[in-house]
């Protein structure tokens, strides 16, 4: 079994930062790329930014210079920190890996962590 644990949410002003983390528990032999995404309420989710297992990190335009991605290999975790909050980007974070555990690969997902940001 496979476990994503997100956690770091919560109630933030405008302007504020957060530091979102998601731990993947379990018999895992590998993870490739780590991926945050998020749902503003009503809308569809939408990709936030991703990190491959090289390290290389792509964004969102609408959070470029405002978030960033890492990854502690040692720890199976990924993060999200994200400073000058806006009220845009209120919504559920959910992360995703790509994993590999006895020989098969497959994408696995967290429970989502919520994010409220105040005008």
């Known amino acids: 079994q496979v476990q994503l644990v997100e956690s770091g949410g919560g109630l933030v002003q405008a302007g504020g930062s957060l530091r979102l983390s998601c731990a993947a528990t379990g018999s895992i032999s590998s993870i490739g790329t780590m991926t945050w995404y998020r749902e503003p309420p009503g809308n569809q989710r939408e990709l936030v930014a991703s990190?491959?297992?090289?390290?290389?990190?792509t964004y969102d335009d609408s959070v470029k210079g405002r978030f960033t991605i890492s990854r502690d290999d040692d720890k199976n975790t990924v993060f999200l920190q994200m400073d000058s909050l806006k009220p845009g980007d209120t919504g559920s974070y959910y992360c995703k890996m790509i994993i590999t555990r006895a020989g098969i690969r497959g994408a696995y997902w967290g429970q989502g962590t919520q994010v409220a940001v105040s005008s």
């Open positions: 990190i491959s297992d090289g390290g290389t990190a």
